[in-house]
């Protein structure tokens, strides 16, 4: 059905009155339909103009083209193209589409053509002029429908598409300077709109190059040269390496095949999205998380809560893992310094060329015989157990009352509220809710691994799946607080005894002994939960040689009113002062008063025997001394500088004279 017409615009287009035309319908000669909705239920007239004879149909469609100022055909130069050899599927989804919706307007001109019985040239002005009004987003004339046809009987899809602006795909014509200048502002981080780029880029312009201010084009251009830009160039240069590398940049598959329970276990701490009270009651704060993944199974095997990341949390964390899940075989640590300590499994990558490596007591790992592994600095996706600590954001941190998200976007409205109105739990609350959570929630969650035989089991069925094909490596406790204990470096006893560092003050052990071992170089062991005694190992042995205690009366504040204070480090000072009296004496008790001589007397016997061995021995060649007085007596020895005397001769002479 084509376009529906009145009486009146039909009696005008066959140059006759209004009259007549009902008449023509009245009596069958026009088909016609009626008007539903006619005004004043009077019957109107309606005609479908495909059903008019091709005259009245080439009239109204000229009359439309006027109306519409659609211009007349022109008649260009056919050009032939050659048919070009080239699969389908090389086309874009929009060359496809041409060329499938030509294909059914060529089929619909080919009917059209059929039924008509007029000329086949007058056929298809009414066509295209059909096919203008209809859909005038489509550029067509009788030219191009012949060009279109040609290429559709040969096979020819190049021909049914529309290359026009294809040529020069992926240039342009902005001066290179102008769009350096563009591009200066807009891959910046300070992440300038589009818009404003194109009008700092004018600025330049005309500051730099006011000749080229007509060669400037429109915003658009630039905006389509952005969009050209490869996303990974504009997700470094806007956003940052971390943001190009999390995106764009490859990643490394880790396989897991061959991988047990306990052969790995992945350390790192994580900030808790919520708040809580400190012990006191008196501050709000976000608690820190320290925790061992097994990275098979994905089970958080151990954990610990703290008020600051540091070694000690690292080392609980460790115990409590080993506690209840046995000894791995590996860990992997980040490169943060609460990991990267000396005693637990050396610096990793933070170590010094100027530290002395025979200089660092053998470390917890190696006593446990565990291997350290580091991540690679500044490549937190080598850490899986990131992934973990986004599960635990939203299995524990939300359901927290206080919770306050990781950036201001997430933070809820009503959290100033709870905080103001003092709705908010205890570090006491959370860590007894904590193993609860995580066992109870977390490891029993459903695994989310890759391996498919897996599949349906939890974390901790996984865990317990894989460790049958594993050794397991169990330490009883009283093993494992040794084990475990810290190790500072190597020192030498001194007044004090040895010491310990803790938040920056020094913890002296010593007993009342410890004064005979002063200057010795040693070590020292202690368990980080239990600071009351220390044990003492030999440096060149590593043997155990004491256990000595925490000396509290010697740490006294510089300003005391309490007499006891003093009294106490006083009353230790005595005592080791009486014990080096009684330890001198004993070494000299059995000394009679006879026996008792006095020190120069020794002195001067053992220099009367040593004076028979003394005896001086001048050389037989020597550089004689002469006074001027002498060498003016004595001219012919003035020149004499050296001088040798022949002790055999002499002797041999000495027997002539003798006889």
């Known amino acids: 059905m084509g376009a529906m017409i009145s009486t009146a615009e039909l009696a005008t287009i066959k140059g006759c ?96 053509r059929n039924k008509s019985n007029r000329k086949k040239a007058d056929t298809d002005l009414l066509f ?23 290429a559709f009987k040969n096979g020819d899809i190049e021909g049914l598409i529309d290359k026009r602006g294809g040529w020069n795909k992926g240039h342009t014509d902005i001066p290179k300077h102008i769009l350096d200048a563009f591009m200066y502002f807009f891959l910046d981080e300070r992440r300038l709109p589009v818009s404003r780029c194109y009008q700092l880029m004018i600025e330049w312009v005309t500051e730099f190059y006011p000749q080229d201010l007509d060669k400037i084009p429109s915003e658009r251009s630039f905006r389509r040269q952005a969009e050209k830009l490869p996303q990974a160039v504009i997700a470094l240069m806007r956003y940052g390496e971390k943001a190009m590398t999390d995106k764009y940049i490859p990643y490394i598959e880790r396989m897991y095949d061959d991988l047990q329970a306990n052969d790995v276990w992945i350390a790192d701490n994580h900030t808790f999205d919520f708040m809580t009270y400190c012990d006191n009651g008196q501050k709000t704060h976000r608690m820190y998380l320290t925790a061992f993944l097994d990275a098979k199974s994905g089970v958080l095997v151990g954990w610990n809560l703290t008020e600051q990341p ?39 990558h933070r170590t010094r060329k100027t530290w002395n490596a025979d200089d660092i007591p053998p470390t917890i790992l190696q006593l446990l015989d565990i291997t350290m592994h580091n991540a690679i600095v500044r490549n937190a996706k080598a850490k899986p157990i990131e992934r973990t600590f986004g599960t635990l954001k939203n299995h524990i941190s939300r359901v927290i009352e206080t919770f306050c998200g990781g950036t201001i976007i997430e933070r809820p409205e009503s959290l100033k509220y709870k905080l103001k109105y003092g709705i908010v739990p205890e570090d006491d609350q959370i860590r007894a809710a904590l193993e609860i959570l995580i066992d109870g929630d977390f490891n ?42 810290r190790t500072t470096r190597y020192q030498k006893i001194k007044r004090n005894g040895v010491y310990i560092e803790l938040a920056g ?155």
């Open 17 to 112: 009155t209004k009259q007549y035309v009902r008449r023509l319908a009245q009596t069958g000669k026009l088909p016609f339909t009626e008007k539903a909705d006619a005004a004043n239920n009077r019957k109107e007239y309606l005609f479908d103009i495909d059903q008019m004879d091709e005259k009245i149909r080439e009239r109204y469609y000229n009359s439309k083209r006027k109306e519409l100022e659609i211009a007349p055909t022109k008649t260009v130069e056919q050009q032939r193209s050659k048919a070009v050899s080239k699969p389908f599927e090389e086309y874009t989804e929009n060359e496809r589409q041409q060329a499938a919706d030509w294909i059914k307007i060529l089929k619909i001109w080919e009917m059209y």
């Open 128 to 150: 295209v002029a059909k096919m203008q009004l209809e859909h005038p987003e489509i550029d067509i004339s009788t030219d191009i429908l012949y060009r279109k046809y040609a």
């Open 310 to 348: 540091d070694s000690h949390s690292t080392l609980l964390a460790l115990r409590h893992a080993i506690k209840r899940f046995g000894v791995p075989k590996s860990v992997y640590f980040d490169n943060g310094s609460e990991f990267l300590t000396h005693d637990i499994g050396g610096r990793g």
């Open 444 to 485: 029993v969650d459903e695994y989310g691994g890759k391996e498919r035989k897996y599949k349906g089991m939890t974390r901790i069925e996984v865990w317990n799946e894989s460790i049958k094909y594993t050794t397991f490596r169990e330490a009883k406790d009283e093993d494992l607080s040794l084990l475990l204990a």
């Open 505 to 659: 003050e020094k913890l002296w052990y010593s007993a009342e002994d410890a004064w005979k071992y002063q200057g010795e170089e040693v070590y020292v062991r202690y368990d980080p939960a239990e600071y009351k005694t220390v044990r003492v190992y030999d440096k060149a042995t590593d043997a155990y040689r004491f256990t000595w205690t925490l000396q509290t009366d010697l740490n006294v504040p510089y300003i005391t009113n309490d007499p006891n204070e003093i009294a106490a480090g006083e009353k230790t000072i005595r005592a080791v002062t009486h014990a080096v009296h009684d330890y001198s004496k004993g070494l000299t008790a059995s000394i009679t008063e006879e026996q008792a001589i006095d020190f120069l007397t020794a002195t001067i016997n053992r220099a009367e025997r040593g004076k028979d061995r003394f005896r001086i021995e001048k050389p037989t060649k020597f550089t004689p001394v002469f006074s001027d007085k002498f060498k003016a007596d004595n001219p012919v020895l003035s020149d004499v500088d050296e001088v040798f005397i022949d002790i055999d001769k002499i002797n041999n002479n000495a027997l002539k004279r003798k006889g």
